[in-house]
């Protein structure tokens, strides 16, 4: 199993932007699919994006995010990121990172897909 560990996450009003990173060990990121999920409080945690192990291909995203959220990598520094511009209080969450190896050039947002989790960082987006 992979180790993953967040960071960037933090208080931010609303129509502003975060990034958030998930740094990865101790095996190389080129074979994993990565996702990023949040958890809001008192909700269902929520699959918002995923990237093939290359980057190659269409990243995919939840309806929630579309637009907004973008995705990429750095397999060089095993590093993942998550762009978030326009926040609104509805992105008020935990936000973890995730990965699973594949061969394939896709991914997907099923949280049963994933069997590396990082410990989350907290994103409060409140005026």
């Known amino acids: 199993q992979q180790h993953l560990v967040e960071s960037g996450g933090g208080l931010v009003k609303p129509g502003g932007s975060l990034t958030l990173s998930c740094v990865v060990s101790?095996?190389?990121?080129?074979?994993?699919?990565v996702g990023w999920f949040r958890q809001a409080p008192g909700k269902e945690r929520e699959g918002i994006s995923c990237?093939?192990?290359?980057?190659?291909?269409?990243?995919d995203y939840a309806d929630s995010v579309k637009g907004r959220f973008t995705i990429s990598r750095d397999n060089t520094k095993n590093t993942a990121y998550l762009q978030m511009n326009s926040l609104t209080p509805e992105d008020t969450g935990i936000y973890y990172c995730?990965?699973?190896?594949?061969?394939?050039?896709?991914?997907?947002?099923?949280?049963?897909?994933?069997?590396?989790w990082g410990q989350g960082t907290q994103v409060t987006v409140s005026s």
């Open positions: 995730a990965t699973y190896w594949t061969y394939l050039s896709n991914c997907g947002r099923n949280a049963e897909l994933f069997d590396s």
């Open positions: 101790p095996y190389t990121l080129e074979y994993y699919a």
């Open positions: 990237i093939s192990p290359s980057g190659a291909g269409n990243p």
